[in-house]
């Protein structure tokens, strides 16, 4: 019996991969090979200098106005035939203020009353009965040193994790309605 489930939600519910490709201009069907999308088309400088840009200019109204991954609505339905359903969210680096009252805002428009714990320390949340879902292979590894559960959510960026680390699981798309994919 599953008593938590946490979501991540940049990549995971909101299509946040979009956005940052759409500031650059470039186009959005391209499938980065890494999470930190910037550092593949510009040299390391202009890539943290574009980088801290983009999330200073992320004012909450841009946060809450994320569009929601293709998978979301899916996703939910999912999670909340398993349990409570939390998100679980990490801070950017820059403006962080700004994109807590942002990511506040999104949940509560796309889902109503939600806790959403915004922190660097998912693995805090990790007790007996409960699932991680995140793309980054290093929350998720954390978060299984306790007693919870995590399932890495397959991107373009993490497709080779299991290669470094076998134990480690992505979850099952297969398990989503995919007719309710928006």
Request: hydrophobic content about 35%.
């Amino acid at each position: 019996v599953v008593k938590k489930i946490y979501l991540d939600l940049d990549d995971v519910c909101v299509d946040l991969k979009t956005a940052i490709l759409e500031y650059m201009g470039i186009n959005t069907n391209h499938q980065p090979e890494g999470w930190k999308y910037f550092d593949e088309f510009f040299d390391v400088e202009k890539a943290e200098r574009l980088r801290s840009q983009f999330f200073y200019s992320m004012c909450p109204n841009k946060w809450a106005n994320l569009s929601p991954t293709a998978e979301f609505h899916a996703l939910m339905e999912w999670a909340n035939e398993q349990g409570e359903v939390l998100f679980l969210t990490a801070p950017p680096r820059w403006n962080q203020g700004e994109a807590a009252i942002g990511k506040t805002q999104w949940v509560r428009d796309h889902v109503g009353d939600n806790t959403i714990i915004i922190t660097e320390h998912k693995e805090y949340f990790s007790e007996k009965d409960s699932i991680l879902i995140d793309d980054r292979v290093s929350n998720c590894l954390k978060f299984n040193e306790g007693e919870g559960t995590s399932y890495l959510w397959g991107q373009s960026y993490n497709k080779y994790a299991q290669a470094e680390h076998p134990h480690l699981e992505f979850f099952d798309k297969s398990l989503l309605n995919r007719s309710l994919y928006v």
